[in-house]
């Protein structure tokens, strides 16, 4: 058998063990951990597969500069059609809406909520720009809503991760041991809780420690790339965005804004769409109506209005070669911090 049969046959395994895991996930405990533990071994799959692998692509995606393989039926702007935007990028785009479109989809029956609810508990999304104003109106990604509105309007939502969750647990369950062993010898029974606990106090160690052991695997939930970021990024809940994605949605914007920061007479956009001669950004979702405002990325400014220069240029090749060089080495994921820190103080104590 093909080395690369290999992989592919080791990959589907790896994404019906993924699937079966969020098939499941209330009735796992700790899933959302089991599924960075199978995403972490997905992407050192992945990535072995494609040093391998003699994909050439010769263009990028404007937006969020990865490249476009022929699969991906990009949408083409420019004068030569030669600007080319990912499907990805045009979903996130499409994805940021008015308020009055957010309570519609989420079924909110008293105008003005998510209004009042971004001026307070939504606040603390602005620097990850879920939420933004554009002139007088918020702006709002829907994951707003699976995040906040649909996990029960919680802001202990919006600032505790699952990663936090695992962390919290864990430092509930040592001072619950520490008691307990403050207490042993008045209460002999203690014993054996003691002991199961020290069991789940490990097995929880284990995985923060893993969690916490450098580059590991993080995929952003709109682009679904592996982040390239060191650290842990910020999550809400099981949700994480990375830095391109953050900047696509924070260039969508209200026709006001748009023509302001481009310096358009007011009223331009509305004109011309009333006119029929911005249909081609409607089509692609890069204009679309919301509630009662019309948002645009802000592509379509630079498209229409300020022709996007697209002189010859040589761009830059992907291959195998170019794209790995980011990449963790394939070992580390066995390497889980823990080892490390064991080889290490084993290291100190040879000195
Ligand atoms: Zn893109
Ligand atoms: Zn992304």
């Known amino acids: 058998m093909h080395i690369m049969d290999d992989y592919d046959q080791r990959l589907k395994d790896l ?8 098939d499941k996930y209330d009735l796992l405990p700790d899933a959302s951990y089991q599924i960075f533990s199978i995403e972490g071994e997905i992407r050192s799959f992945e990535q072995r597969k494609e040093r391998l692998n003699l994909r050439f692509s010769r263009i990028d995606c404007h937006l969020c500069k990865q490249p476009i393989w022929n699969e991906d039926e990009p949408a083409k702007l420019g004068d030569k059609g030669s600007i080319l935007i990912c499907p ?3 979903c996130t785009i499409k994805q940021v809406k008015g308020t009055t479109e957010i309570e519609r989809d989420l079924e909110i029956n008293s105008p003005g909520t998510v209004k009042q609810d971004c001026e307070g508990p939504l606040k603390t999304l ?3 720009f879920l939420i933004r104003k554009s002139e007088k109106f918020w702006l709002i990604h829907e994951v707003v809503g699976e995040i906040y509105y649909r996990a029960g309007r919680r802001k202990t939502n919006l600032l505790n991760s699952w990663i936090d969750e695992i962390i919290n647990r864990l430092n509930q369950l040592q001072e619950q041991k520490k008691f307990m062993e403050g207490m042993r010898t008045l209460i002999p029974d203690l014993h054996t809780q003691i002991f199961s606990l020290q069991a789940q106090i490990q097995d929880l160690q284990s995985k923060v420690d893993r969690i916490k052991g450098g580059r590991i695997p993080y995929r952003c939930s709109q682009c679904n790339l592996w982040l390239k970021e060191n650290g842990i990024p910020t999550f809400f809940g099981n949700y994480t965005i990375c830095e391109q994605c953050k900047k696509i949605i924070s260039e969508v914007m209200t026709t006001s804004e748009a023509e302001k920061k481009h310096g358009l007479p007011k ?4 004109r011309d769409n009333s006119r029929g ?10 204009l679309r109506q919301s509630g009662s405002l019309w948002l645009l990325h802000d592509i379509v400014i630079l498209d229409k209005y300020k ?4 002189k010859e240029q040589v761009l830059p090749v992907h291959s195998s070669a170019t794209m790995s060089k980011e990449s963790i080495p394939s070992d580390l994921l066995s390497r889980s911090a823990s080892i490390y820190k064991q080889v290490m103080e084993r290291k100190q104590l040879e000195k």
């Open 277 to 286: 001669s911005l249909e081609k950004y409607k089509k692609l979702g890069l």
């Open 88 to 90: 990805r990028c045009l």
């Open 15 to 22: 994404q019906a063990t993924l699937e079966t895991l969020i």
């Open 126 to 128: 602005q620097s990850e």
């Open 267 to 270: 009223g331009t956009i509305r």
């Open 307 to 310: 022709r996007i220069e697209t």
